[in-house]
């Protein structure tokens, strides 16, 4: 049997770039893969904006074929708020939860260790999966963040948030501004291999319309790391 078990923060949410709904269900889940011995990458994208961001391993790892687990699975789980504020607003602490992945049952776990319980979710293995490559989309927008800063951007205010919210509301450390208008926008976390990027948006001020660019319209992904 193979299992591999990590922990999530619930202050770095990196599914709140995934895509919500049915229409898009390529894009509905997080996708998991080995980065070292110590940690698991998580990358979510809907498509037009990407957040991906490391999770600490329990136990050594060894590398595996990644598997894209549904984002809903992790809506699920809430944080609790610990006390209250004198205005009567919940304050939350910050916590984790633990994920087990049975590779061999294609099945994950997601427990709320606060109180024991658990949601279990099926996930797709990478070989049935074309989910974006964040190495390929570094690779191709590595260039718009060289230079000084354009002097008109568009982005997408709600996608701005969600991004950022994925990485962590209180951990965003850095922000790249692009050197060209159709460029994307660069955020990082508070460890330098959290980020997130946010497509262009632009607007047909003549027609009053609006347009964003694609995560998955810069090319097929980049090859896969390599199976144990």
Known sequence: MTIIQFTVLIAVPVWECAAKGDDRPLLAGVHFEFADASHIRATCSDGYALASVTYEAQEPLAEFEPVDV???????IRPVPSKFDEDGEPEFVSRSVD???DLDAGRAFICDGDDATGVYADFIRHKTSKYPDW??????CSGAWQGAPVNTLGFDPTLV?????????????????PSKPD????????KPD???????????????????????????PAAAPASA
């Open 70 to 76: 549904p984002a809903e699975a992790f809506r699920r």
């Open 99 to 101: 994920v087990t992945l």
């Open 135 to 140: 190495r390929d989309l570094l690779r191709k």
């Open 161 to 177: 948030a969600q991004a950022t919210k994925a990485i962590g509301y209180d951990r965003l450390a850095r922000v790249r501004l």
């Open 183 to 190: 460029a994307s926008l660069l955020l990082y976390g508070d």
């Open 194 to 220: 959290h980020f997130a990027i946010v497509m262009p948006m632009f607007i047909d001020h003549e027609n009053g319309t609006k347009r964003i660019a694609s995560v998955i319209a810069l090319g097929e």
